[in-house]
């Protein structure tokens, strides 16, 4: 709830300021356009029902930063973290006396707080005020954009928004600082002439002494408050700390031996923050991003349960029941952690399913290009990687169209995987499609690349179903969804026997019995495998096009191999 309010009343105070900048924007037109925008704008944010959610939004927008600075456990932040709440902190000096002077001065005192009335203040009677008000502009725009850049960088689409919302974040306070200038240079202008500044003043009716000693008094009165609250919410942090270094400390245990003590109540991401070791956390630690997960080793029976929250991100990446959110992790007693992202992890790492060691039945496939060495050592390398992606792009689309999922490309040779999420029937089916498919695949890629072949491409193929761990392994950006075991091994050695066998597929008859395909026609050998203790039956296919297409296989393949 504190994390939604904070969002609404961000997003509520957000479009108040945006409306402001372009109302202030239409300087640039006229001050006539100025005041005629000034009109809608008033008629959009004077009415009762606005006026009390800007209000209301603006006092708990503020009391949510308050509270936020109470819980904060480290005072080490990532810079943009910190600059947005110094930034945020500097809105309430330079802002307040803007308000009284405006808002309440129109309620109380019945100054018509027109634009005439403001540019007058600002670039005729106190040019300092003038600027002041310019820098508070940047100082609540620089704020709000930090803190929709962190909310919105967790969407799908923001990536490709980002050049176009960069641009408008640059320009928005250039055309508004613009047209407050050039407004204020033609008020400037006209308050040389004394006519029409008395009609001015008859109009704005401008507060005397004593309303303007009442302001003064206001502002120091509201800056006493919030310097005071803010200095109560840093006393309350403190004393919370003596109370809880009182309870106990307890230590976090990371890779490497290091042992981090902090007080007991802190976050896991506290600690890293505290003890200066990299941790990811794209959303600042607010729970939303799932980069700062952790496993957890000794410890995880005394943590308390996630809450609804943590639990939902949890779910979404598909988290095993001992990874955390080091961000809402609170232990109260000594733990055991292991970051499983790298401290620059990018929003995209924080949406992905998190699969964690799993055994499973799959089909596994291994490909190779024959004669790879002797093709490319007279070529330039620019031609040997133009061909090779020419390979893998044809290969690759095999293998997604007929439901499976390229692994890795290693060299010249390709690993994939089917089944997954299907089972090792549907996956052995679809390994033989993506044979088949591989072999039309590879006709096109020979007639596409004729001019550039001595002779045309050929590959070997090696087919094997059985039992795999499949989970997230490697480190940082090298980390990938693989699958390792016996299994792998032994397909990667059935392609490797394509050459003495001068056959384009080999494919092992666990894989042909789970595909329910009938490949009788094919010659059958007993084969010995390095790695396993018994022979075994394989089929051998010279020519994978000759290979029967299952009925349940992908219809998009299916239809391409008729």
């Known amino acids: ?93 330079l802002i307040t006396l803007h308000i009284l002077g405006t808002r309440f001065a129109h309620e109380i005192y019945g100054v018509n707080d027109n634009y005439a009335y403001i540019l007058l203040i600002y670039f005729v009677f106190s040019p300092g005020l003038g600027l002041r008000q310019a820098i508070t502009l940047l100082v609540v725009w620089v704020h709000a954009c930090i803190g929709l850049h962190f909310w919105l960088r967790l969407k799908p689409w923001y990536r490709q928004a980002l050049p176009a919302l960069y641009a408008f974040a640059i320009l928005m306070p250039v055309f508004a600082l613009g047209g407050f200038y050039f407004a204020g240079r033609e008020v400037a202008r006209l308050a040389a002439d004394e006519a029409w500044m008395a009609r001015a003043r008859e109009e704005i009716g401008f507060a005397g002494a004593d309303a303007l000693a009442v302001i003064k008094g206001l502002e120091i009165a509201i800056l006493s408050t919030a310097a005071g609250l803010l200095a109560l919410s840093i006393l309350a942090r403190w004393l919370r700390g003596v109370f809880n270094r009182r309870r106990g400390v307890v230590h976090i245990a990371y890779p490497e031996g290091r042992r981090v003590p902090i007080a007991a109540g802190a976050t896991i991401l506290e600690a890293s923050r505290g003890a200066g070791i990299p941790h990811a956390s794209v959303c600042g630690g607010r729970g939303r991003c799932s980069t700062c997960r952790v496993r957890i080793g000794q410890g995880l029976e005394n943590l308390t349960p996630p809450s609804d929250d ?229 089929r051998v296919v010279k020519n994978a096009l000759q290979l029967p297409v299952a009925a349940d296989a992908p219809a998009a393949a299916r239809s391409r191999s008729r």
């Not at 008629?43 to 939004?57: D, E, I, K, Q």
């Not at 904060?72 to 932040?77: E, K």
Request: charged residues 20%; positive net charge.
């Open 310 to 538: 943590e639990a939902k991100v949890l779910k979404r990446i598909g988290a095993a029941p001992n990874v955390r959110l080091a961000c809402q992790t609170r232990p109260t007693q000594d733990v055991e952690v292991t970051p499983l992202l790298p401290p620059s992890a990018s929003p995209a790492d924080g949406r992905k399913r998190h699969i964690h060691g799993a055994e499973r039945e799959v089909a596994v496939l291994f490909a190779d290009m024959r004669d790879f060495t002797s093709m490319s050592e007279n070529r330039l390398p620019y031609d040997v990687v133009f061909i090779l992606n020419r390979y893998f792009a044809a290969m690759g689309m095999a293998v997604e169209e007929s439901g499976g999922r390229v692994d890795k490309f290693v060299g010249d040779g390709i690993m994939a995987v089917f089944g997954v999420e299907r089972g090792v029937a549907v996956g052995s089916g679809n390994a033989m499609l993506a044979a088949r498919r591989m072999a039309e695949r590879l006709i096109e890629v020979n007639n596409a690349l004729a001019h550039e072949l001595d002779r045309p491409l050929r590959i070997g193929i090696g087919i094997h179903s059985g039992s795999v761990i499949v989970g997230e392994m490697g480190y940082g950006r090298a980390s990938s969804v693989t699958a390792i075991g016996d299994t792998v091994n032994t397909a990667s050695r059935l392609e490797a026997m394509t050459k003495d066998l001068r056959a384009q597929l080999v494919v092992s008859e666990p894989a042909v019995r789970h595909a329910g395909l009938d490949l009788s026609n094919f010659p059958a050998r007993d084969v010995e495998v390095r790695g396993r203790a018994n022979a075994l039956r394989v």
């Open 1 to 93: 709830m504190r994390r939604r309010l904070h969002l609404i009343t961000g997003l509520i105070l957000f479009s108040y300021v945006l409306t402001h900048f372009i109302n202030h924007a239409l300087g640039l037109i006229s001050l006539e356009a100025l005041e005629s925008g000034r009109r809608v704008f008033n008629l959009l944010w004077r009415n009762p029902v606005m006026s009390t959610a800007l209000y209301g939004a603006l006092l708990i927008h503020v009391s949510l930063a308050l509270w936020s600075i109470y819980r904060r456990r480290r005072l080490r932040m990532p810079p943009w973290e910190a600059a947005q709440i110094l930034f945020g902190l500097a809105i309430p000096p």
